[in-house]
């Protein structure tokens, strides 16, 4: 993996667990954006000859596992509607009222350890298959535009240097210039000093 990759896949996790604790879609650095877009984190795992992904990697296994553990406030070994929804959300899902509300009545149960009948809760093993049904049907191309999105904050179409300084302070990465201006210069086909949406698709792909 090139360094541009590799800091790459640290960017996008921020919009998932890899953020949580801090803003939902914060931005990536090359480290980021992969593992948390789907590109190669998220959108890894093990893929069928026809292209489609069945299996995730262990990262993401983990991603859910620590967005359950983090809004799990009572303990329960299970999430209400309020503590699914931001969990969702940390998981890189913004999810509406219905579309959790519909969770909530396909799969979870009242509670086991006595509470009120009417507390429909989603325990572990059904907020992990749900999550992970969800991560499968991420869109490859869409994760990599997300992704794209959060070094080009100011929506250029482009990332540049000024781009990779900022996303390497919001991420507290300690990377000196001289580092980040080679890391374009690695992938910046058309020779402009600045990596346009089709070069970031191309660095993308190249891992899979």
Not at 20 to 43: E, M
Not at 44 to 67: K, M, W, Y
Not at 128 to 157: C, H, N, T, W, Y
């Amino acid at each position: 993996m090139s360094a541009f990759q590799s800091r790459s896949a640290a960017a996008g996790n921020r919009s998932g667990v890899g953020g949580l604790g801090r803003k939902t879609a914060a931005s990536p650095t090359p480290a980021a954006l992969r593992h948390g877009y789907g590109v190669g984190g998220r959108g890894g795992g093990t893929v069928l000859e026809s292209g489609v992904v069945n299996e995730l990697t262990a990262e993401q296994r983990e991603e859910i596992n620590q967005a359950f553990q983090m809004f799990d406030t009572g303990r329960r070994g299970a999430l209400d509607y309020h503590e699914l929804k931001v969990a969702m959300r940390a998981l890189g899902f913004e999810a509406s009222k219905q579309d959790v509300l519909k969770i909530i009545k396909d799969h979870a149960h009242t509670p086991r350890d006595g509470g009120s009948a009417n507390a429909h809760l989603l325990y572990y093993e059904d907020f992990d298959k749900v999550m992970r049904q969800k991560i499968l049907q991420r869109d490859p191309e869409e994760e990599i535009r997300r992704a794209f999105a959060l070094f080009d904050e100011e929506g250029s179409g482009r990332i540049s240097l000024e781009n990779l300084k900022r996303v390497a302070r919001d991420l507290n990465e300690h990377v000196d210039e001289a580092e980040l201006a080679a890391m374009i210069d690695e992938f910046d086909l058309d020779g402009d000093g600045e990596i346009s949406l089709e070069e970031f698709t191309q660095i993308m792909r190249d891992e899979h």
